[in-house]
């Protein structure tokens, strides 16, 4: 009877003990519906056509933001790229708690590198005056304090460039970021925000060695080069277009890389996120079989 009791304890020791939760997959879309709204982020004389994606209480156009305050991200699409191509991203992004402006502008073949970093810096400063402005969908949905900066090849470096202009900026991680007139490069160097540049191994149009790996070498730590293993240029877009490269990797299995990763870095430098550190500096980063780690905290 005594071993029947014994036992019997432990059972219920063990019902009672609650599992460890599984660590999130960044990877994976989040908890939140998407929903997004075509604007128009007017701020120091500025105006600026941009298309918001955000967490919602329902996925669709114009539905309401949920619950809270969440990060800002402005977003900054690749040289004569549709801003369509990113959606993915974006909306995943705002699947994880996150507010992101997403500039239409400098879509020609004649764009300006420094007027599409001062139109991110607009779509940021607008949410911001956005969170305190009566009658406004993010009317009290904004973390202020917490904005970050992003975007694939020329948007890239031009979020580079935004975040060297603008010190509330407080992180940055970019998708094959390209050197831009002014450098990038040169902007890194003066970069105080954490900031983390991904590239992909097999990419032809930016190269990771003659792009990203310089900014990253001019950048004060904290600073990261996450380079994914067979990625190449377009993999991470949603398509392809013209004069487009490809890799080993496919465009599926590059995208999700790549969201796993730049998600994390924000889920940790911006929304404070605990969980998320161990994929930004901790063993499963360093050991990431589809993208090598190289960084300085």
Known sequence: MRVLAITLALVAS??????????????????????YSDVTAVAGGRSVAARVHYPATAAGVNQPVATGRFPAIAFGHGFFQATSKYTSTNAHLASWGFVVVVPTTQGGLSPSHSAFADDLNTGLTWLVAQDGTAGSRFRDHITTTALGASGHSMGGGAAVLAA??????????????????????????????????????????????????PMFAAKAPSKQLRTI???????????????????????????????????????????????ARDFVWGQPARTDPAVTFEGTE
Request: glycine letters at 8%; aromatic letters at 8%.
């Open 14 to 35: 063990t019902l009672a003990t609650p599992a460890s939760a599984a660590p999130p997959d960044y990877g994976l879309p989040g908890s939140y519906p998407v929903a």
């Open 164 to 213: 060297a202009r603008n010190p509330k900026i407080t992180a940055i991680s970019t998708y094959a970021a390209a050197e831009t007139n002014p450098s990038a490069r040169a902007a890194a160097a003066t970069l105080k925000a954490p900031a983390q540049f991904l590239a992909g191994s097999q990419d032809t149009i930016t190269p990771v060695g003659e792009h990203q790996q």
């Open 229 to 275: 293993t067979g990625g190449f240029h377009c993999g991470f877009m949603d398509s392809s277009g013209l004069f487009c490269d490809n890799g080993s990797v496919t465009r599926a299995a590059q995208l999700v890389a790549a969201k796993r990763v730049l998600t994390s870095w924000f889920r940790h430098y911006l929304a404070g996120d605990a969980a």
